[in-house]
């Protein structure tokens, strides 16, 4: 591991600190405009400022060159031409835009988003991860609660969504002392019963209450099941989409006919909570892409599918939608299948890693995690500049290196014992 000047790691670990506030700031902010229940059009903006001075800060601090590179070869060429790639389609996005929509979608969405995923190269180094941690445990999750009585008010997720990291926090619950299992349990919990109909999340947080089974009964969840379970994980999602498109056959349809699963949604209405909400999305876009023929690369990073159902709502105007609530579904209409690829490889081969070259099981526990980044990304996961994609990169990053991958439980309490 390298090692650091004392003044210029502070120096470098200040500024990660304030992306790291930078990127919850600017998550309360555009939640809250998004239901546009108060005027905040000044502050959202200066919520961008911020946003922006966060992501030059975090490209001062790669360059510098003050950030380890431990990690293998071909995760580190997978990660590059994740980036490299997107940043071609940024440009590409450039030379397409020709309207005002498009270059604000571009520069406000698009670019803050490829450009979070440089917090891999910070991830590289654990004491910077360590510091994230301890402020996300002793600052940002006892104050999140102080945003509960706001969530009434304005938008009913927003509590849910801006504790979005517990879902990763979760694995980290057996090496850490007591006061900090409590509150990231607690916090869970209350994310969940405070909008039950947020589905996304409650699968979130179950799938990482189950894998950190992992953790607890080793004789159950042997190495055999964990890597039978990742290769599942991968495939489920290819099974159903291939039910659908060569069967004719929508298992989300058929869950969707079971009515006993009611809940008050957040607009006071009676809801399925097995209802089908994703089917549609698909539809458009999909037919947006056939329609272009931009299958292999996409529309580029200011590309936008055409939505009858969100026409002048949920982002649309006049039936033009520059993004949807799916992830994979905006990485084929971003970046096509070669974007998708990319994805699929970037998790299929991290995951690989932290589960079969690894001699702890908060890495096997990981490497089921991004597992199951795959699953969601079907079902959810916004692709935007925010706390959920900056956590991705972080442990993305920090997970790869041979430095944690090496350490043993013992060592690992020892780390994560403030």
């Given at each position: 591991?390298?090692?650091?000047?004392?003044?210029i790691?502070?120096?470098?670990?200040?500024?990660?600190?304030?992306?790291?506030?930078?990127?919850?700031?600017?998550?309360?902010?555009?939640l809250?405009?998004?239901?546009?229940?108060?005027?905040?059009d000044?502050?959202?903006?200066?919520?961008?400022?911020?946003q922006h001075?966060?992501?030059?800060?975090?490209?001062?601090?790669?360059?510098?060159?003050?950030?380890s590179?431990?990690?293998?070869?071909y995760?580190?060429?997978?990660?590059?031409?994740w980036?490299?790639?997107?940043?071609?389609?940024?440009?590409r996005g450039?030379?397409?835009s020709?309207?005002?929509l498009?270059?604000?979608?571009?520069?406000?969405?698009?670019?803050?988003?490829?450009?979070?995923?440089?917090?891999?190269?910070?991830?590289?180094?654990?004491?910077?991860?360590?510091?994230?941690?301890?402020k996300?445990?002793?600052?940002?999750?006892?104050?999140?609660?102080?945003?509960?009585?706001l969530?009434f008010?304005?938008?009913?997720?927003?509590?849910?969504?801006?504790?979005?990291?517990v879902?990763?926090l979760?694995l980290?619950?057996?090496?850490?002392?007591?006061?900090w299992?409590?509150?990231?349990?607690?916090?869970?919990?209350?994310?969940?019963?405070l909008?039950?109909?947020?589905?996304?999340?409650?699968?979130?947080?179950?799938l990482?209450?189950?894998i950190?089974s992992?953790?607890?009964?080793?004789?159950?969840?042997?190495?055999?099941?964990?890597?039978?379970?990742?290769?599942?994980?991968f495939?489920?999602?290819?099974?159903?989409?291939?039910?659908?498109l060569?069967?004719?056959?929508?298992?989300?349809?058929?869950?969707?006919?079971?009515?006993?699963?009611?809940v008050?949604?957040?607009?006071?209405?009676?809801e399925n909570?097995?209802?089908?909400?994703?089917?549609?999305?698909?539809?458009e876009?999909?037919?947006?892409?056939?329609?272009?023929g931009n299958?292999?690369?996409?529309?580029?990073?200011?590309?936008?599918?055409?939505?009858?159902?969100?026409?002048?709502?949920?982002?649309?105007?006049?039936?033009?939608?520059?993004a949807?609530?799916?992830?994979i579904?905006?990485?084929?209409?971003?970046?096509?299948?070669?974007?998708?690829?990319?994805?699929?490889?970037?998790?299929f081969?991290?995951?690989?890693?932290?589960?079969?070259?690894?001699?702890?099981?908060?890495?096997?526990?990981?490497?089921?995690?991004?597992?199951?980044?795959?699953?969601?990304?079907?079902?959810?996961?916004?692709?935007?500049?925010?706390?959920?994609?900056?956590?991705f990169?972080?442990?993305?990053?920090?997970?790869?290196?041979?430095?944690?991958?090496r350490?043993?439980?013992?060592?690992?309490?020892?780390f994560?014992?403030f």
């Amino acid at each position: 591991m390298q090692k650091f000047n004392s003044s210029i790691f502070l120096r470098f670990s200040q500024g990660i600190e304030f992306s790291f506030y930078a990127a919850i700031f600017f998550e309360i902010i555009y939640l809250i405009k998004l239901v546009g229940e108060l005027n905040l059009d000044i502050i959202y903006y200066l919520a961008i400022l911020v946003q922006h001075v966060a992501l030059i800060l975090i490209f001062y601090i790669v360059i510098k060159k003050n950030i380890s590179t431990s990690v293998p070869k071909y995760i580190f060429i997978i990660y590059f031409t994740w980036l490299v790639y997107n940043v071609l389609n940024l440009i590409r996005g450039a030379y397409l835009s020709n309207t005002y929509l498009d270059w604000r979608f571009l520069v406000l969405t698009s670019f803050p988003f490829v450009f979070l995923s440089l917090v891999f190269y910070i991830g590289n180094n654990p004491h910077y991860l360590r510091r994230i941690l301890i402020k996300t445990l002793k600052v940002f999750l006892p104050l999140s609660f102080v945003f509960i009585p706001l969530a009434f008010y304005t938008n009913k997720e927003l509590f849910s969504r801006i504790v979005e990291p517990v879902t990763y926090l979760i694995l980290f619950i057996p090496y850490l002392k007591n006061k900090w299992k409590y509150l990231i349990i607690s916090v869970a919990l209350v994310s969940v019963f405070l909008v039950v109909d947020y589905r996304a999340n409650l699968i979130r947080i179950f799938l990482s209450f189950l894998i950190l089974s992992i953790y607890y009964f080793p004789k159950i969840f042997n190495l055999r099941l964990i890597k039978v379970s990742r290769v599942f994980l991968f495939f489920l999602p290819l099974i159903i989409a291939s039910s659908a498109l060569l069967f004719n056959y929508n298992v989300f349809n058929e869950l969707s006919q079971n009515d006993s699963l009611r809940v008050t949604n957040k607009h006071g209405e009676s809801e399925n909570i097995l209802s089908d909400s994703r089917t549609f999305i698909y539809a458009e876009v999909i037919a947006s892409v056939n329609n272009s023929g931009n299958w292999l690369f996409g529309e580029g990073a200011s590309g936008s599918y055409h939505s009858d159902v969100f026409y002048d709502r949920g982002g649309g105007t006049d039936g033009v939608r520059y993004a949807s609530e799916v992830n994979i579904l905006n990485l084929l209409l971003h970046g096509g299948l070669v974007g998708v690829f990319i994805h699929f490889m970037l998790l299929f081969s991290s995951s690989k890693l932290f589960i079969e070259q690894s001699n702890n099981r908060l890495c096997v526990m990981f490497g089921i995690l991004f597992s199951s980044k795959w699953l969601m990304s079907f079902i959810e996961e916004f692709t935007r500049f925010g706390l959920n994609f900056f956590f991705f990169w972080l442990l993305l990053g920090f997970f790869s290196t041979y430095y944690l991958r090496r350490k043993s439980d013992d060592q690992l309490k020892k780390f994560l014992s403030f």
